[in-house]
């Protein structure tokens, strides 16, 4: 799996990802966006884009980060959505779903006004 979308991308979801993904392989879910393991073709576009730095080389996840990698894999399987390889995203295969690791995240503090 060439990248992998980790935590700063949960409950920010910016999208300027999935705008410069050449192949479609960057998938919406309900509170983050995630890679598919084999459609990516490891150009990298993505991880310049991030505002908020979220997107990792695998071998270059930090150790805090090393969950993401099976669960970017995952949310594409029978547990989560069960798309397998959709062959690109599109209003079709976007979901509120999230993988349950990323469901269960505690969101964050919104400011009140
Ligand atoms: Fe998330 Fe960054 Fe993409 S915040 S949606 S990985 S641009």
């Known amino acids: 799996m060439p990248y992998v979308i980790g935590s700063a991308c ?3 979801k910016d999208g300027a990802c999935q705008d410069v993904c050449p192949v479609e392989c960057i998938y919406e879910g ?10 990516c ?4 576009i993505c991880l310049s884009v ?6 990792f080389a ?7 980060e090393n969950r993401f990698l099976a669960i970017n894999a ?3 399987e029978d547990g989560v959505t069960g798309w397998g390889e ?3 995203a599109s209003e079709t295969f976007r979901t509120d779903l999230d993988h349950p690791e990323v469901a269960g995240v505690e969101k ?6």
């Open 10 to 12: 949960i409950d920010v």
């Open 30 to 39: 309900g509170r983050m966006m995630y890679i598919h393991p084999t459609e």
């Open 41 to 44: 073709i490891s150009c990298g």
């Open 50 to 55: 991030c505002p908020v730095d979220a997107i």
């Open 58 to 64: 695998d071998d270059e996840l930090p150790e805090r």
């Open 74 to 76: 995952e949310f594409f």
């Open 86 to 88: 959709p062959g690109g």
């Open 108 to 113: 964050k503090e919104t400011e009140l006004s």
